[in-house]
């Protein structure tokens, strides 16, 4: 079993801007939590349906055990900041060294196998950082989307009924479709 958690959490304003936000929401002054609200609600969902971090920050991902290829679960990853796991004696261990990183799958060293962790849940933690520095320009059909699922939450609608066209601008192209 793999978990995700931030070790930072959204900057919705960064991500989508307010100029761009008045232009296409035009909120009153008497909602601007709401759309707080809304907006960090879309950031999210979009990040969730992904597995893409909107901006570069840090994720603590935790795995019952070592696996040949570990898929670290956000997008695009842009280093490794730590491994650790419980060796057999169950005691925390650096994984310094042990480890490689292609694309997003933490894999062991050149020559090297993982070692053997304790039998326990969450026996090893991977801390590393994933994310876009620019999601305007690296990555605009994820910052549309959100954009166009804020502006659909701010008219009534419900994350129930998500909007054809924010599925459409991510699945394409953000999502890898999951197979058996």
């Not at 261990?93 to 933490?106: C, E, H, I, K, Y």
């Amino acid at each position: 079993m793999v978990t995700i958690k931030p070790a930072a959490p959204l900057n919705g304003p960064v991500l989508l801007p307010d100029a761009l936000v008045d232009q296409y929401v035009k909120p009153g002054a008497d909602q601007l939590l709401l759309l707080a609200a809304f907006r960090l609600t879309a950031l999210g969902w979009v990040e969730n349906h992904t597995a893409h971090s909107l901006m570069r920050r840090r994720w603590v991902a935790t795995f019952d055990g070592f696996d040949d290829v570990m898929r670290l679960p956000r997008d695009p990853v842009r280093s490794i900041v730590s491994l650790a796991y419980f060796d057999q004696a169950d005691a925390l261990t650096s994984g310094d060294g042990l480890w490689r990183v292609v694309g997003s799958q933490l894999l062991p060293a050149v020559g090297a196998t993982w070692p053997v962790t304790a039998d326990r849940s969450s026996a090893v933690q991977v801390t590393f950082e994933a994310g876009y520095d620019d999601v305007a320009t690296e990555a605009p059909a994820l910052q549309i989307a959100a954009l166009l699922l804020m502006k659909h939450l701010f008219d009534g609608g419900s994350i129930e009924d998500v909007p054809a066209t924010v599925t459409l601008l991510l699945d394409a192209q953000y999502r890898t479709p999951v197979i058996g």
